[in-house]
């Protein structure tokens, strides 16, 4: 049976306010705001970025096989003859279509935001979700303002479940995601002193993260962080949003689901817990306390959704971390081998120190030494400088062999390390990238992690591209 489309032409032009010109499709498969993505069918929409404005892309989009190009009044005056959805802004007109897509589903919605651990909340989610049902997610982040609409737009009407990543940096920012979003269940994972620059004080921040129950549907609930400080302003801002049913989780004696042991193994975490009344013993596919107080937030999620405990309980264990969030990988170097930790989507103070845990007890050859390589953390305001000299406390705990510092804030870690854990200093990260490299040994555990400005992603992908992947039939005795 063939795939149902996502949208009409006919019906995004309504949706979006627009009027239709040339011979687009009669149908929309997906909707793309990249060229480089975009596949023959879908609807391009040109957004104008801080970046690049997509209307310099939409020539090539058509000729990739486009259905239709979305475009502004202001560009298609000039514009050759071409199949275009012509509105007032491609990015309003997404949004319009991300509120009309959320209004014609029936699907049960799920927001996520946090701290951290958002996205390996939601990717989580999304699975154990999908083992129940038709679930929609974001194959990415798509948290912000672009993200978001773009996410509801994709979303198909016949989906049973939806999942949502709402992030910020500032304040209001979520307010009006969520209200596009209108999920039945908020999930805030934690509360840390991330974006505290802009913000100011943690209780700035969670007062912003709070805004996202304003979006939840009458009858809907919050899934709330129990061991943070800050649960009761938080419980507070639900129920001053109208929200009645509240779950809270973590390892406080009065959690609703309450985690009750963690067994951590070099691959997995076994968790015990007591979601809402109910004992039950699981695995996750990845090592890390950070993980297993993630998976209590999903499995209070799934509950709320009306997903079977033990389905939700045996999918988790079916999960794996993503690059750039703990992915791990073992990297061909020379006759042997050594193991590389992707944390290099972002880093804070609170993130760091549990990559630092994992990579602690990660295993290592007998003649290997665990690498930690470190970006700047950014956004930390007027405390940046301790908090990074702070660093070298777990580290030290963790007994970590050699340590890697790039950038003006790391620094501070790098001048107050022994010299017998300093492994190089780089200004960037693009110079660091030679020595880690010329310093890796058979056997080794390499982690890396940093903020996204700290540019720590490139280096792991050149670390890819020169260290070939072993696939796992092929691990065993590699040294």
């Not at 009044?73 to 991300?98: F, H, N, R």
């Not at 994992?358 to 970006?375: D, M």
């Not at 305001?381 to 970590?400: N, Q, R, T, Y």
Request: hydrophobic share 45%; net charge neutral; proline share 5%.
């Amino acid at each position: 049976m063939s795939q149902q489309p996502l949208w009409t032409t006919e019906a995004l032009a309504r949706a979006m306010g627009g009027r239709l010109t040339g011979k687009p499709a009669a149908t929309i498969a997906d909707i793309s705001i990249d060229t480089r993505t975009l596949e023959a069918g879908e609807a391009y929409v040109a957004i104008k970025g801080h970046a690049h404005d997509g209307h310099a892309f939409v020539l090539s989009a058509l000729d990739k096989g486009a259905a239709v190009a979305v475009v502004s009044e202001e560009w298609a005056v000039s514009a050759p003859p071409g199949a275009y959805l012509i509105v007032a802004d491609p990015l309003k007109a997404l949004e319009k279509a991300g509120i009309v897509a959320r209004a014609r589903t029936a699907a049960k919605i799920v927001a996520v935001t946090g701290s951290i651990g958002k996205t390996s909340t939601k990717e989580a989610l999304a699975h154990v979700l999908a083992r129940e049902g038709r679930t929609h997610a974001p194959p990415k982040s798509f948290n912000n303002h672009i993200g978001v609409p773009l996410t509801l737009a994709r979303m198909p009407a016949a989906s049973q479940f939806g999942v949502f990543e709402i992030g910020m940096n500032h304040a209001g920012e979520i307010t009006p995601l969520t209200r596009m979003v209108k999920p039945d269940i908020a999930v805030i994972t934690t509360i840390e002193a991330v974006h505290i620059e802009n913000l100011g004080t943690i209780e700035a921040i969670a007062d912003a993260k709070a805004e996202i129950f304003v979006g939840v549907e009458h009858g809907g609930a919050a899934v709330l962080p129990r061991d943070t400080r800050h649960f009761d302003r938080l419980a507070k801002a639900a129920r001053a949003a109208g929200i009645d049913t509240i779950v809270s989780f973590g390892e406080h004696e009065e959690a609703d689901v309450r985690l009750l042991r963690l067994v951590l193994s070099a691959n997995c975490s076994t968790v015990s817990a007591r979601v809402m009344g109910t004992e039950v013993t699981y695995k996750i596919g990845s090592p890390g306390k950070h993980l297993a107080m993630n998976s209590l937030a999903v499995l209070a999620a799934a509950k709320l959704a009306g997903v079977d405990l033990a389905v939700a309980a045996l999918a988790l264990g079916e999960t794996r971390a993503v690059a750039g969030r703990g992915e791990r990988s073992q990297r061909r170097l020379g006759t042997g081998s050594f193991t590389l930790l992707d944390e290099s989507y972002n880093a804070n103070p609170v993130s760091l120190r549990a990559a630092i845990s994992v990579l602690a007890t990660t295993p290592k050859a007998a003649s290997g030494r665990r690498l930690a390589v470190l970006g700047d953390m950014l956004e930390l305001g007027s405390e940046g400088a301790a908090l990074h000299a702070a660093v070298a406390e777990p580290l030290d705990k963790a007994g970590i062999d050699l340590v890697f510092c790039s950038g003006p804030l790391m620094e501070n870690l790098w001048k107050v390390l022994p010299a017998h854990r300093r492994g190089a200093y780089a200004a960037t990260a693009a110079e660091l990238e030679p020595q880690v490299i010329r310093a890796l040994k058979a056997g080794d555990v390499v982690m890396v992690k940093g903020s996204r400005g700290s540019r720590m992603a490139p280096l792991v992908e050149t670390l890819k591209a020169k260290f070939p992947a072993i696939a796992p039939d092929e691990q065993q005795g590699a040294a």
